[in-house]
């Protein structure tokens, strides 16, 4: 079958930091619930007003919810809690008897899924289970799932852009680990890499979404990619990059593991999200919205502890386990130099897009 690809065509995966220690990301994805309770209320109103019941093409005794790179909570609870809240509220408004609820947990296979079954709401009103696999592939049945979420997780790219690290390229991104201030080459790269998986997220999704179902996306951007060095992210991407360069000086790592390494996140412009919304045809974007800055007042230490939780494990994937704490060691002495330089106006933006699955023609 054309469109259902295996979760091998995807093999690359950097899942967050396991476990609830002191450097996971259950205990330092605060940034990350922000964004979720900042497009909480609209999202829930969202639902209520555009989950059309009537119109949906899968059995209804049962509704199916699925959270996409969910990693390893509390979030993703707190996430999946409001849209079942949300379509209870629907069906109660309209007398209709509330049905049951099971949730999809869904990440990579080498997300660590133990501490999230662990740390399950004990009071929870609905049923869960873990899908894991690449969400760049097919992972559920045709018309099967009545509402996709996914909050932070379409800033991870299927892969690193192969001409990046391709010593023959003009992309080739030598002694740096993004494209934040990079050559033109390196960004069309990242850009073209987002579209590519952005167009294989969509056709999965339109496969497996029930028609009249709807999907929720939360998805850090930027006004413009180009000048992604305006953006408080980016910049802090580009002191991380300096600490390794400082490595790489004094000879912690190597200038080939250097040359070698880079992010595989992208933070696009609200234009590039929209055209791979256009491009798919199978969706009608039902709500929009963009939240200003989530940066604000978080401490330096904070700061450096989402970081790691997020970032540690690429690093530790390429470099081995020790590098870890001396890149953030460095990175958290660096930023305390820097950080109260930073413009306010640093912008990153949050969008919210409500979209609704289209019958197939
Ligand atoms: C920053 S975390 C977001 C977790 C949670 N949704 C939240 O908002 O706190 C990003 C998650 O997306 C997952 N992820 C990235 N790419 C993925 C992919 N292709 N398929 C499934 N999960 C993916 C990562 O493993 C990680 O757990």
């Not at 509220?89 to 999230?116: C, G, M, R, W």
Request: proline residues 4%; glycine residues 4%; hydrophobic residues 40%.
């Amino acid at each position: 079958m054309e469109d259902r690809r295996s979760i091998n065509e995807f093999p690359e995966s950097y899942p967050m930091n396991e476990g609830d220690g002191a450097y996971s990301y259950a205990q330092n994805s605060r940034h990350q619930r922000r964004c979720i309770e900042t497009a909480k209320e609209s999202i829930k109103e969202a639902i209520v007003k555009k989950f059309d019941i009537k119109t949906l093409s899968a059995p209804l005794n049962s509704i199916f919810v699925a959270d996409l790179g969910c990693s390893t909570g509390p979030n993703t609870f707190l996430a999946v809690q409001n849209i079942v809240d949300a379509i209870e509220l629907k069906y109660q408004q309209s007398e209709n008897e509330i049905p049951e609820f099971q949730v999809f947990f869904n990440d990579h296979a080498s997300n660590d899924f133990n501490t999230l079954f662990k740390s399950f709401p004990p009071n929870r009103n609905y049923l869960t289970a873990a899908v894991p696999g690449s969400f760049y592939g097919r992972l559920f049945p045709k018309a099967t799932v009545h509402i996709f979420h996914s909050s932070n997780s379409l800033n991870w790219l299927s892969k690193v852009p192969k001409e990046i690290t391709d010593k023959t390229s003009p992309a080739w991104n030598k002694g740096r680990i993004h494209y934040t201030n990079a050559q033109k080459e390196v960004v069309e790269a990242y850009a073209t890499q987002y579209a590519m998986d952005m167009e294989s997220f969509l056709c999965a999704r339109a496969e497996e979404l029930a028609v009249g179902g709807l999907m929720v996306l939360l998805i850090s951007a930027v006004p413009d990619v180009i000048l992604s060095s305006d953006v408080t992210i980016c910049t802090h991407l580009e002191l991380l990059e300096s600490c390794l360069v400082d490595m790489e000086k004094v000879g912690l790592v190597s200038e080939a593991e250097l040359d070698s390494v880079n992010l595989p996140i992208y933070f696009p412009s609200p234009k590039e999200v929209m055209a791979a919304f256009g491009r798919s045809k199978r969706f009608s974007i039902e709500g929009i919205q963009e939240f200003g800055n989530q940066d604000n007042q978080v401490s330096l230490q904070t700061l450096t502890l989402t970081l790691r939780a997020g970032l540690g494990g690429v690093f530790e994937k390429h470099f081995g386990n020790d590098i870890v704490d001396e890149v953030f060691d460095r990175f958290s002495k660096k930023v305390a130099t820097k950080f109260l330089n930073l413009n306010e106006n640093q912008k990153t933006l949050l969008l919210s897009v409500l979209l609704k699955c289209k019958p197939n023609d």
